[in-house]
T-cell receptor, first 116, second 109 residues
Framework: EAGVAQSPRYKIIEKRQSVAFWCNPISGHATLYWYQQILGQGPKLLIQFQNNGVVDDSQLPKDRFSAERLKGVDSTLKIQPAKLEDSAVYLC??????????????FGPGTRLTVL | AQRVTQPEKLLSVFKGAPVELKCNYSYSGSPELFWYVQYSRQRLQLLLRHISRESIKGFTADLNKGETSFHLKKPFAQEEDSAMYYCALGGQGAQKLVFGQGTRLTINP
């Protein structure tokens, strides 16, 4: 079974530039998550999709971050403009999306973003 | 609000010794607890969840609602257990997970 795919694996940009990350979840998984993991901390949920609808984006800094999941499969996360504090690993995860319970989440390898 | 606390950032034990990674949570509803693990150069992956009540790689974890804890235990540590361990909390009826800051476990030979 193919796992969650993410690209790019690494990205270095200067502050105020824009960046986009891509995620392809496990086939058949209805729920897709984007997490931000700052060095020394656990993953923090940014946004959760159920198919192509947003379930939770309460911790997404909407003035600079945006995400979409067209056709309920692949997803992109964009930062525009980036700030120094956005330096982190961005993790994508997916799960079957069983109703009413916390599913096992399957994680991608992550994208390490460095903002200079 | 959901909150997970892992009090130890680093934990080092000798091979063959017992290991316990602590996790405390705060949640007013009925919690679902998980342990995720990340081995060197690998992805974050599920180790075990409390509703399964199973032992994975010799690890067990018991949900103690009175103490709001979900500590991870193994009686005899092995070198391959060296990894980063994260405790995670899911709320009742919700798929969202809140993660602790993680504990880096090192097993010394």
């Amino acid at each position: 079974e193919a796992g969650v795919a993410q690209s790019p694996r690494y990205k270095i940009i200067e502050k105020r530039q824009s960046v986009a990350f891509w995620c392809n979840p496990i086939s058949g998984h209805a729920t897709l998550y984007w997490y931000q993991q700052i060095l020394g901390q656990g993953p923090k949920l940014l946004i959760q999709f159920q198919n192509n609808g947003v379930v939770d984006d309460s911790q997404l800094p909407k003035d600079r971050f945006s995400a979409e999941r067209l056709k309920g499969v692949d997803s992109t996360l964009k930062i525009q403009p980036a700030k120094l504090e956005d330096s982190a690993v961005y993790l994508c995860a997916s799960s079957l999306g069983a109703q009413g319970k916390a599913d096992t989440q399957y994680f991608g390898p992550g994208t390490r973003l460095t903002v200079l | 609000a959901q909150r997970v606390t892992q009090p130890e950032k680093l934990l080092s034990v000798f091979k063959g010794a017992p290991v316990e990674l602590k996790c405390n949570y705060s949640y007013s509803g009925s919690p679902e607890l998980f342990w995720y693990v990340q081995y060197s150069r690998q992805r974050l992956q599920l180790l075990l969840r409390h509703i399964s009540r199973e032992s994975i790689k010799g690890f067990t974890a018991d949900l103690n609602k009175g103490e709001t804890s979900f500590h991870l235990k193994k009686p005899f540590a092995q070198e391959e257990d060296s990894a980063m361990y994260y405790c995670a909390l899911g709320g009742q009826g919700a798929q969202k997970l809140v993660f602790g800051q993680g504990t880096r476990l090192t097993i010394n030979p």
